[in-house]
């Protein structure tokens, strides 16, 4: 028998819980959990800090792909959030990029408490071929993906919306499985718009109830 729902989080009450190099390493596999993840240089980071209103929670580095853990963050003793490390690793060995691709791989499609992917971009640099990547293999595994255009402060208001249409227009034939949006952490906003998201997937027990199907409705 499922569990029941829980309450929505409060996200400002976020927590470091524990940090992993491997799936073996990673909390429990139970409850519900949302992951954060883009290129090293997408604002990940500050993504979460925003979020939860706490500077310090995620951190951030001055060199991109220099923090490669999966970094857990309770919200409740049942909701997670969590920080995958930014892929890209421009200045790190090539085998430690191909071992690092194998651990995102296996935790986006095996780890079961994992009710969505919320993928960091930047406004200027959207769908790179590494966002490709990630969302093919979210998709794969029949994970819904809210997409988050980063630092929307750094574009006046019509190129932001300019861009954010052409990215909605690129991922149309994924229907209601991917979703985009505008978001600064700079300038705080686009905040109400990401915790509808969030309270959705950590919340709803029916997320995957059609899972086996593996096919999103349109």
């Given at each position: 028998?499922?569990?029941?729902?829980?309450?929505?989080?409060?996200?400002?009450?976020?927590?470091?819980?524990?940090?992993a190099?491997?799936l073996?390493?990673?909390?429990?596999?139970t409850?519900?959990?949302?992951?954060?993840?883009?290129?090293?240089?997408a604002?990940?980071?500050?993504?979460?800090?925003?979020l939860?209103?706490?500077?310090?929670?995620?951190?951030?580095?001055?060199?991109?792909?220099?923090?490669?853990?999966?970094?857990?963050f309770?919200?409740?003793?049942?909701?997670?959030?969590?920080?995958?490390?930014?892929?890209?690793?421009?200045?790190?060995?090539?085998?430690?990029?191909?071992?690092?691709?194998?651990?995102?791989?296996?935790?986006?499609?095996?780890?079961?408490?994992?009710?969505?992917?919320?993928?960091?971009?930047?406004?200027?640099?959207?769908?790179?071929?590494?966002?490709?990547?990630?969302?093919?293999?979210?998709?794969?595994?029949?994970?819904?993906?809210?997409i988050?255009?980063?630092?929307?402060?750094?574009?006046?208001?019509?190129?932001?919306?300019?861009?954010?249409?052409?990215?909605?227009?690129?991922?149309?034939?994924?229907?209601?499985?991917?979703?985009?949006?505008?978001f600064?952490?700079?300038?705080?906003?686009g905040?109400?718009?990401?915790?509808a998201?969030?309270?959705?997937?950590?919340?709803?027990?029916?997320v995957?109830?059609d899972?086996?199907?593996?096919?999103?409705?349109?």
């Amino acid at each position: 028998m499922q569990a029941p729902a829980p309450e929505r989080p409060d996200y400002r009450s976020a927590s470091f819980q524990t940090s992993a190099s491997r799936l073996s390493q990673c909390p429990g596999d139970t409850g519900w959990e949302v992951a954060f993840a883009g290129r090293s240089n997408a604002g990940k980071s500050s993504a979460i800090n925003s979020l939860t209103g706490n500077p310090k929670l995620a951190r951030t580095s001055r060199t991109p792909g220099r923090t490669q853990l999966i970094n857990f963050f309770s919200l409740s003793e049942t909701q997670r959030l969590v920080d995958l490390p930014g892929y890209g690793f421009a200045k790190v060995p090539l085998a430690v990029k191909q071992e690092w691709t194998k651990q995102l791989e296996n935790y986006l499609q095996k780890r079961q408490s994992l009710r969505g992917l919320i993928l960091l971009m930047d406004i200027r640099h959207p769908l790179q071929p590494f966002d490709q990547q990630m969302l093919t293999w979210a998709v794969t595994a029949g994970m819904p993906v809210h997409i988050l255009l980063t630092k929307a402060d750094k574009l006046k208001n019509g190129p932001a919306r300019a861009t954010l249409l052409q990215v909605q227009r690129q991922l149309q034939a994924h229907g209601d499985t991917v979703s985009v949006q505008l978001f600064s952490a700079l300038k705080h906003s686009g905040h109400k718009e990401l915790i509808a998201v969030l309270n959705a997937w950590l919340t709803d027990i029916s997320v995957y109830e059609d899972d086996t199907t593996g096919e999103t409705e349109a």
